[in-house]
């Protein structure tokens, strides 16, 4: 660990301000025959240690460090010129958290007293058994709001940079937030506002607002481009606590701790990346294909995969080394010479890199053995990406599923593939890739491209999202990691496509990478789920929980592509929600709310064409409106009422919710709700600025194929439909954070 007075030194050539001081490092030899204490390895007999420099910022005065022979005398004379009240600490690689320690004292009233304070300070550590390095002797900072800065290099993500309630609140009330390094201005300023202490920093009981803008450029000068945290060896670096107040901003603690050399956190990659950027064209759309892996007596996955593709009709061949077919496919006994865009590979885990090694003139190849470095065999893993490097091709997997893409008849789903569409997926999990499309294409989805990448060995999620973002065939991309194989490549990616292309993100957990222990608090408070809710906020994805809702905003974003706004003051309008009267409507609100979204006041001007058409007898006209929509309801009554309202005030967006429940239980065919629906339709298709979305609550009360139906009808106006206003509220604000973004970029 770096001494303090040292680290603050840093900070002033970087232009932070920290308080004026002097450093006065403890001499092992002077110590040692009064105290029984040993040197410490690397002191000669007779020599004296001796601190840098520190320095005070602004006036550029160097403050003279001093060296403690008679330790309390030395700091009493080095202090005084220093302007009391003081601050004494000691500092040493055994001393992480000096409060705890007893190795801080405040409000020292001179030097002298500063003297008498270390000498009975050190008594003190060496009691507990703790030789501190020396003593930093500063001018103590006036009171303000106290925060934490920190950055710690993120095994996933790289350099993180968090802020918060610093001090005694660190970690009693884990107010803090977070942004992956580098840092824009905005970024900052988003962080200090979504603290739960953000109105302390804007005054608070009489007190004044801090000046924020100081805050903001520590911020950006610690976390920006070109700051900092890109001259440090992470490690770990902590300013806590930075004391805030209406004057500016100054860093009264400081620690750093340098990765260890032994042992770097992001080790280059096993094959250097190829020159350009890779055409995934023909990934997705093979000539034609090769499997590698079907037996001739035993059915397995090789033989699964034969079947599928004889299903699509894509231009096939088998690799077995005896057989002339099978399955009615005809077969040849290497890859070596195959004209295939794709080869697909099922044979056992020792048995693939001499098979990946023969697809030379094949652009893809995908393993889907599992047994590498998922197995704890990263060898086999290594030498399956030499193998492909070897060939010249790119490798997906292993470990994963394959690919599926309608338009270019690849799959490795059984059945007749969907419809071709513009919904794309890439998916750390064949499974739930599988799940995904099957229950997405149930409810609507239409896929352009979906590639499952298991382990990631060659081709990452990052490359393929970048890929993406210039496919013509895709308006959306949703993505299921656990672990991204290169963060900071995925970040800079998500980055890339901020406010062009709208991304879902799924994320399993990461505790296979391990975490070493944390020797600051905010290495302590960098957590896995905590990055990737940042990573979101800051790239404008939308972070999802769970497979309903990944399909649900990749729903929404396909249904209102072509109602996503780049810019225009309606996007900031809250949310309309419409229906039937009851504590679902009030229900609807509090869910709205927990999504971050508001239900604007209705416009003053649409009160009384409401009350023209009925709508608020007997009941109030608020936001949720109620409105009778029911067996015996007027279908056309809530697109009236809803173009009467946007007329006013442009929601951007319109939630149209029905009891279906209740058109069976009052009524006796599902024609109303049919009725009900083709209005909506009608409303969205005279509203092409709104974007209308419809929920089907208790739709398990309708008959068989009722849902379906309903589901058709609304699609064809491009209007989703969910089961609950939860699932509403999660797409619709998907939809806010892109729109944010697109303004943004």
């Given at each position: 660990m770096i001494p303090e007075h040292e680290v603050k030194?840093?900070?002033?050539?970087?232009?932070?301000?920290?308080?004026?001081?002097?450093?006065?490092?403890?001499?092992?030899?002077?110590?040692?025959?009064?105290?029984?204490?040993?040197?410490?390895?690397?002191?000669?007999?007779?020599?004296?240690?001796?601190?840098?420099?520190?320095?005070?910022p602004g006036d550029g005065a160097t403050v003279p460090a001093g060296t403690a022979i008679a330790l309390a005398a030395e700091?009493?004379?080095?202090?005084?010129?220093?302007?009391?009240?003081?601050?004494?600490?000691?500092?040493?690689?055994?001393?992480?958290?000096?409060?705890?320690?007893?190795?801080?004292?405040?409000?020292?009233?001179?030097?002298?007293?500063?003297?008498?304070?270390?000498?009975?300070?050190?008594?003190?550590?060496?009691?507990?058994?703790?030789?501190?390095d020396g003593f930093l002797v500063e001018e103590q900072a006036a009171p303000g709001i106290e925060l934490i800065l920190g950055i710690v290099d993120d095994p996933g993500f790289g350099p993180v940079l968090l802020t918060g309630l610093g001090g005694v609140w660190t970690e009693a009330m884990r107010d803090t937030a977070l942004r992956l390094c580098p840092v824009s201005e905005a970024d900052a300023r988003e962080m200090l506002a979504s603290l739960r202490g953000a109105p302390l920093l804007e005054g608070y009981r009489g007190r004044p607002a801090v000046d924020v803008d100081a805050l903001v450029e520590l911020l950006v000068t610690v976390g920006g481009p070109g700051g900092l945290w890109e001259r440090l060896e992470l490690g770990e670096f902590e300013l806590n606590p930075v004391i805030a107040t209406e004057k500016g901003v100054i860093a009264?603690?400081?620690?750093?701790?340098?990765?260890?050399?032994?042992?770097?956190?992001?080790?280059?990659?096993?094959?250097?990346?190829?020159?350009?950027?890779?055409?995934?064209?023909?990934?997705?759309?093979?000539?034609?294909?090769?499997?590698?892996?079907?037996?001739?007596?035993?059915?397995?996955?090789?033989?699964?995969?034969?079947?599928?593709?004889?299903?699509?009709?894509?231009?096939?061949?088998?690799?077995?080394?005896?057989?002339?077919?099978?399955?009615?496919?005809?077969?040849?006994?290497?890859?070596?010479?195959?004209?295939?865009?794709?080869?697909?590979?099922?044979?056992?885990a020792g048995k693939c890199a001499e098979v990946v090694r023969q697809a030379r003139g094949i652009p893809f190849v995908q393993v889907m053995s599992g047994g590498f470095g998922e197995a704890g065999r990263p060898d086999l893993e290594a030498a399956l990406i030499g193998a492909a490097a070897e060939a010249g091709t790119r490798l997906l997997g292993p470990n994963c599923m394959g690919v599926y893409s309608p338009r270019g008849r690849q799959t490795f789903v059984g059945g007749e593939p969907g419809p071709p569409g513009h919904v794309a997926l890439i998916s750390q999990s064949g499974g739930l890739a599988g799940e995904v499309i099957k229950v997405g294409e149930r409810r609507g989805l239409a896929f352009s491209r979906v590639a499952t990448v298991g382990n990631s060995a060659d081709v990452t999620p990052a490359e393929l999202l970048r890929w993406l973002a210039a496919d013509e065939q895709t308006s959306a991309v949703g993505m299921y990691l656990e672990d991204p194989r290169g963060g900071r490549a995925l970040f800079e990616a998500l980055m890339s496509v901020r406010g062009r292309l709208p991304v879902v993100l799924l994320v399993g957990g990461r505790s296979a990478q391990g975490r070493r222990a944390a020797a600051s608090h905010t290495g302590g408070m960098v957590?896995?789920?905590?990055?990737?809710?940042?990573?979101?906020?800051?790239?404008?994805?939308?972070?999802?929980?769970?497979?309903?809702?990944?399909?649900?905003?990749?729903?929404?974003?396909?249904?209102?592509?072509?109602?996503?706004?780049?810019?225009?003051?309606?996007?900031?309008?809250?949310?309309?929600?419409?229906?039937?009267?009851?504590?679902?409507?009030?229900?609807?609100?509090?869910?709205?709310?927990?999504?971050?979204?508001?239900?604007?006041?209705?416009?003053?001007?649409?009160?009384?064409?409401?009350?023209?058409?009925?709508?608020?007898?007997?009941?109030?006209?608020?936001?949720?409106?109620?409105?009778?929509?029911?067996?015996?309801?007027?279908?056309?009554?809530?697109?009236?009422?809803?173009?009467?309202?946007?007329?006013?005030?442009?929601?951007?967006?319109?939630?149209?919710?029905?009891?279906?429940?209740?058109?069976?239980?009052?009524?006796?065919?599902?024609?109303?709700?049919?009725?009900?629906?083709?209005?909506?339709?009608?409303?969205?298709?005279?509203?092409?600025?709104?974007?209308?979305?419809?929920?089907?609550?208790?739709?398990?009360?309708?008959?068989?194929?009722?849902e379906d139906e309903v589901r058709v009808i609304a699609a064809g106006a491009g209007i989703p439909v969910y089961r609950s206003m939860e699932a509403a509220a999660v797409a619709v604000a998907a939809a806010r954070r892109f729109t944010r973004g697109i303004r943004t970029v």
């Open positions: 030194a840093l900070l002033r050539e970087t232009g932070v301000a920290v308080p004026r001081g002097v450093a006065v490092a403890v001499s092992r030899e002077t110590v040692a025959p009064r105290d029984g204490i040993a040197p410490r390895e690397g002191v000669a007999p007779g020599e004296t240690v001796t601190s840098r420099q520190a320095a005070m700091i009493a004379e080095a202090a005084g010129e220093l302007v009391p009240p003081l601050v004494l600490k000691a500092y040493g690689p055994d001393l992480v958290h000096k409060s705890d320690a007893g190795a801080v004292r405040l409000a020292l009233g001179d030097a002298a007293e500063a003297g008498a304070a270390a000498a009975e300070m050190l008594r003190a550590l060496l009691n507990q058994g703790i030789t501190p009264v603690d400081a620690r750093y701790i340098p990765a260890d050399p032994a042992h770097p956190r992001h080790p280059p990659p096993t094959v250097p990346p190829g020159p350009g950027v890779t055409d995934f064209a023909a990934l997705f759309e093979p000539r034609a294909v090769a499997v590698v892996g079907a037996s001739t007596s035993r059915p397995n996955f090789g033989n699964m995969f034969l079947e599928f593709y004889k299903t699509t009709g894509v231009p096939l061949v088998a690799v077995h080394p005896e057989a002339d077919a099978i399955d009615g496919v005809p077969a040849v006994p290497s890859l070596a010479g195959v004209e295939a865009d794709y080869a697909l590979v099922a044979v056992p957590g896995d789920a905590r990055v990737w809710r940042s990573l979101a906020d800051q790239t404008g994805a939308t972070l999802v929980t769970g497979q309903d809702d990944l399909i649900g905003a990749l729903s929404f974003f396909q249904s209102h592509a072509a109602r996503l706004p780049a810019a225009g003051p309606g996007e900031d309008a809250g949310v309309l929600v419409v229906g039937p009267s009851g504590g679902a409507s009030v229900l609807a609100a509090d869910v709205f709310d927990g999504a971050g979204l508001s239900l604007g006041a209705l416009p003053g001007a649409a009160l009384d064409g409401l009350k023209a058409l009925g709508v608020g007898v007997g009941s109030s006209l608020a936001n949720p409106l109620e409105i009778p929509v029911g067996p015996r309801g007027r279908a056309d009554l809530v697109r009236e009422a809803v173009g009467a309202i946007v007329a006013r005030r442009p929601y951007p967006d319109v939630v149209a919710h029905v009891n279906v429940q209740s058109f069976f239980t009052y009524g006796t065919s599902a024609d109303p709700l049919y009725a009900y629906t083709r209005a909506l339709a009608r409303a969205q298709e005279e509203l092409p600025g709104v974007r209308v979305t419809l929920v089907t609550r208790n739709g398990e009360c309708a008959p068989h194929g009722v």
